[in-house]
């Protein structure tokens, strides 16, 4: 090491490396390590002249550094890494220290966005039954027509998305076996009330545009395409071979509409 090195030669070396970070990764993954890493110099300097980890954001501010990467909000970079951190460690395992990990995070990070462990699992319990549920609504945004072959290709795309989901269909059954637990119940209870609306909403649009029977409930037409989505996806999770569901699915398409088709006098 050069002892007679100046201090400015050294704020100058720790703006660049700034600078140099700043044009290849977002501002929140600028740390004092990283900045003492790419400009050479020892942490405790790094942290002298730029007023530790708690005055970097200002100091950066200051210097007038433009990032060339965008940050990924917040919120969605921790459930993108939750996400991963469930699927692989379960429900009991994982931590909110490793999803700080993973998120390239601190755990007061999280903790500023969700209260808890369970409350991070619920936010993306709902966010994966929204992209299930979604799967049905495409069809009436995209003004297709409800028959047979539509149902079937609803219910083909969700059993597929399970199947790239396997670990969250396992997750769903571990949280199911708490429910003894008041507040894993309630949240439950929440997602299963969740999925019930959005699906009724949907069959409810069906039968307004007549190509499903109004002299039944839409909540009654809802509540057995969820049962019998759930029965075939816990058979898929299992990797039942009798029967073979995927080959079924045109007959099951075809119970379902037969009993949810045309043809019926609105309920009175």
């Given at each position: 090491?050069?002892?007679s090195?100046?201090?400015?030669?050294?704020?100058?070396?720790i703006?660049?490396?700034?600078?140099?970070?700043?044009?290849?990764?977002?501002?929140?993954?600028?740390?004092?390590?990283?900045?003492?890493?790419e400009?050479?110099?020892?942490?405790?300097?790094?942290?002298?002249?730029?007023?530790?980890?708690?005055?970097?954001?200002?100091?950066?501010?200051?210097?007038?550094?433009?990032?060339?990467?965008e940050?990924?909000?917040?919120?969605?970079?921790?459930l993108?890494?939750?996400?991963?951190?469930?699927a692989?460690?379960g429900?009991?395992?994982?931590?909110?220290?490793?999803v700080?990990?993973?998120a390239?995070?601190?755990?007061?990070?999280?903790?500023?966005?969700?209260?808890?462990?369970?409350?991070?699992?619920?936010?993306?319990?709902?966010?994966?039954?929204?992209?299930?549920?979604?799967?049905?609504?495409?069809?009436?945004?995209?003004?297709?027509?409800?028959?047979?072959?539509?149902?079937?290709?609803?219910?083909?795309?969700?059993?597929?998305?399970?199947?790239?989901?396997?670990?969250?269909?396992r997750l769903?059954y571990?949280?199911l076996?708490?429910?003894?637990d008041?507040?894993?119940?309630?949240?439950?209870?929440?997602?299963?009330?969740?999925?019930?609306?959005?699906?009724?909403d949907?069959?409810?649009?069906?039968?307004?545009?007549?190509?499903?029977?109004?002299?039944?409930?839409?909540?009654?037409?809802?509540?057995?395409?969820?049962?019998?989505?759930?029965?075939?996806m816990?058979?898929?999770?299992?990797?039942?071979?009798?029967?073979?569901?995927?080959?079924?699915?045109?007959?099951?398409?075809?119970?379902?509409?037969?009993?949810?088709?045309?043809?019926?006098?609105?309920?009175?």
């Open positions: 090491m050069n002892f090195e100046k201090p400015m030669d050294k704020k100058t070396k703006d660049a490396a700034i600078a140099a970070l700043a044009s290849t990764i977002p501002w929140s993954q600028i740390n004092l390590t990283s900045i003492a890493k400009a050479g110099v020892s942490l405790p300097t790094v942290r002298k002249l730029v007023g530790g980890k708690n005055g970097l954001s200002t100091y950066m501010q200051a210097l007038g550094v433009v990032s060339g990467v940050d990924e909000p917040t919120p969605e970079r921790l993108d890494a939750a996400r991963k951190v469930f692989k460690q429900y009991d395992g994982a931590s909110l220290d490793q700080a990990a993973a390239g995070m601190t755990k007061g990070a999280v903790y500023h966005h969700f209260d808890s462990k369970a409350d991070l699992f619920w936010a993306l319990a709902e966010e994966r039954l929204s992209g299930q549920v979604d799967i049905a609504e495409n069809v009436d945004a995209a003004d297709q027509a409800w028959n047979v072959d539509t149902l079937e290709s609803v219910l083909g795309t969700v059993l597929e998305q399970s199947k790239e989901e396997q670990d969250w269909a769903h571990e949280i076996s708490r429910t003894r008041p507040d894993a119940k309630k949240h439950f209870v929440q997602q299963e009330r969740f999925l019930l609306g959005r699906l009724t949907t069959v409810r649009q069906i039968q307004d545009s007549g190509e499903a029977r109004k002299d039944v409930a839409p909540e009654a037409i809802a509540l057995v395409i969820a049962a019998v989505t759930e029965r075939l816990q058979y898929d999770m299992l990797k039942v071979k009798d029967p073979d569901v995927i080959g079924l699915l045109p007959d099951i398409s075809k119970i379902l509409m037969g009993g949810a088709g045309m043809g019926k006098e609105p309920r009175t």
